[in-house]
């Protein structure tokens, strides 16, 4: 885990790219589907964003386990989607999911005393505070710190869900090994992380810049934003095969 120059964290982007170019069109599939499942689950009052959370182990596996296919030479089928969503695999994803929900709740926490909740409330209720007016001041900082807090936790456990799903382990070993193994490679990680952000803030510019103020620019955008995270995942699969080793299969037998 250690020692890996900041360079690598390129290559791992590259070959994220790599693995997207190979299959394209089933790799879209897969990250929309997870994604409308999760603004489904999400339209259920309360216990729906609670389950979209708690279910992020499982999607990503769906993704981590379609790039190992396709890694292999292997034909995927949409049968991929239900990697973590099936038993014995699914309650130790629910557990690390648990991990999820409570630095959500836990960064919302941190952020929380310089949000405007009388804006939020209002702007809730649709009267006239516009999103705009919603993230001026403290509250835009606010958001964006939460945004930051979120992203670095969720990297932090990037490798989390391949650990409990191919290597067997329990839910905080899984967590142990992969925060020590972002850590171990934080340049290469890093390096990852800034190149992503930087292509995916020019082509989101480019397409601005292209459409205008036409309708299409926000399914262009849309569509941009899926399929930058679907690169993001296939990349942190490579940086997953050489740091912790390649796949050994699934979960064969309940954790204890």
Not at 17 to 40: D, E, I, K, S, W
Not at 111 to 129: G, L, M, Y
Not at 180 to 206: D, Q
């Amino acid at each position: 885990m250690k020692g890996l120059p900041a360079s690598t964290g390129w290559l791992w982007l590259k070959q994220g790219f790599a693995l997207f170019r190979q299959q394209p069109g089933f790799l879209t599939m897969v990250v929309f589907t997870n994604f409308l499942f999760a603004v489904l689950l999400s339209a259920l009052p309360v216990l729906g964003a609670v389950m979209s959370l708690v279910f992020i182990p499982a999607f990503t596996m769906a993704i981590f386990q379609a790039c190992n296919m396709i890694d292999e030479a292997k034909r995927p089928s949409p049968g991929v989607l239900l990697t973590g969503f099936r038993k014995p695999v699914i309650g130790p994803l629910c557990k690390l999911g648990l991990v999820y929900f409570s630095v959500f709740i836990v960064s919302l926490l941190l952020v929380s005393p310089w949000i405007d909740t009388e804006a939020v409330r209002s702007f809730s209720k649709n009267t006239e505070v516009g999103a705009a007016t919603l993230m001026q001041g403290s509250t835009g900082f606010a958001m964006l710190g939460y945004t930051m807090l979120v992203g670095l936790f969720v990297i932090l456990l990037a490798f989390a869900p391949g650990l409990t799903y191919w290597k067997q382990m329990p839910t905080f070993k899984a967590v142990f090994y992969s925060f020590f193994a972002v850590i171990g490679s934080l340049r290469a990680m890093a390096v990852l992380v800034l190149s992503w952000l930087g292509i995916y803030w020019a082509a989101g510019m480019l397409f601005a810049m292209l459409l205008g103020r036409s309708q299409i620019v926000f399914v262009v955008l849309m569509w941009l934003n899926l399929i930058f995270v679907l690169v993001l995942h296939c990349a942190l699969y490579s940086a997953y095969k050489q740091i912790m080793g390649a796949p050994e299969g699934e979960l064969k037998a309940p954790l204890s």
